[in-house]
């Protein structure tokens, strides 16, 4: 699987795997994570696809933005799938980067042909009681204070904390996580749910002539996993709950949520 690093393409950083004829997935990580957060998943979807990893604004080795509103952030993606000449693309969106996938696919319908939406919440209410650690460390009073002091193992357990499954956490996604600035990471979240609040995910689906794949863990730790159901208005979807899998379904059932989008990136084209 050769890949080649294509740095600061509009000030995001983009990765790239498999064939550049292929047809081409783009990658969208969540907030708070980074491009490498795909990484089970990327060896069964490249053989077969152009893979696009992205690093998002202030995430991973992208540079911070003016503005984290969602609508701003699918614009800069826009600009680097032009840029890379790239369309129809199949937009995968993991959590709130299926919101940035929505928001491509609504300003740009010319440039995504699929949308897939990992374990991302449709609205605001829909959000579970979070994990008390997850807490401490990113909400106040506790979050600023341990933001800059966190060690691999708390960053570790942070993430796992969502999940129902154990997973294994690559070095390389600790370091780039521990990289993503305090007010950067409160303000993503912020403008994230300013996004859901205004109008929910299925709504903006609903409005979307565009094949639909949500994948959502059954034990997600996040989301009430009931609210996938909420999908069902939308009838360009199809939904595929994950027995016993948390809100990180790369990590949990990478073989799973690969062929799920191997299949789907082939019949939404």
């Given at each position: ?6 740095k600061h393409?509009?000030g ?12 081409p ?5 969540g907030?708070?994570s980074?491009g490498?957060s ?10 077969r696809y152009?893979?696009i990893?992205?690093?998002?604004p ?8 003016p503005s ?24 995968v ?9 929505t ?23 829909a ?16 979050g600023?204070?341990?933001?800059p ?5 708390m960053?570790?357990k ?5 999940c ?27 403008r ?7 109008r929910?995910v299925?709504?903006r ?6 094949p ?11 989301w009430?996993?009931?609210?996938v ?35 789907f990136?082939?019949?939404?084209r």
């Amino acid at each position: 699987m050769g890949h080649e690093v294509v740095k600061h393409v509009h000030g995001m950083h983009v990765v790239q795997y498999g064939p550049r004829q292929a047809p081409p997935l783009v990658l969208i990580h969540g907030s708070g994570s980074s491009g490498n957060s795909w990484s089970p998943v990327v060896p069964a979807l490249a053989d077969r696809y152009h893979v696009i990893r992205v690093d998002l604004p202030g995430h991973g080795q992208s540079s911070p933005a003016p503005s984290y509103d969602v609508p701003e952030q699918a614009g800069r993606l826009a600009a680097v799938l032009d840029e890379l000449a790239l369309r129809p693309v199949t937009a995968v969106g993991h959590s709130s980067g299926g919101y940035v996938a929505t928001a491509l696919t609504e300003q740009r319908p010319d440039l995504v042909g699929s949308l897939a939406l990992i374990s991302s919440g449709p609205s605001p209410d829909a959000l579970l009681p979070q994990p008390a650690l997850l807490r401490a460390l990113t909400a106040p009073p506790l979050g600023p204070l341990l933001w800059p002091i966190r060690s691999d193992t708390m960053l570790r357990k942070g993430m796992s904390s969502v999940c129902n499954r154990p997973v294994d956490i690559p070095d390389e996604l600790v370091a780039e996580v521990r990289g993503i600035d305090y007010r950067t990471f409160r303000t993503v979240l912020r403008r994230n749910t300013a996004y859901i609040a205004e109008r929910s995910v299925p709504e903006r689906l609903a409005a979307l002539d565009v094949p639909v794949l949500v994948i959502f863990g059954a034990a997600d730790r996040r989301w009430d996993p009931s609210s996938v159901h909420r999908y069902d208005t939308v009838a360009t979807a199809r939904i595929e709950q994950l027995p016993d899998v948390g809100h990180l379904p790369m990590f949990e059932a990478p073989e799973t949520t690969g062929e799920l989008l191997r299949a789907f990136a082939v019949a939404g084209r």
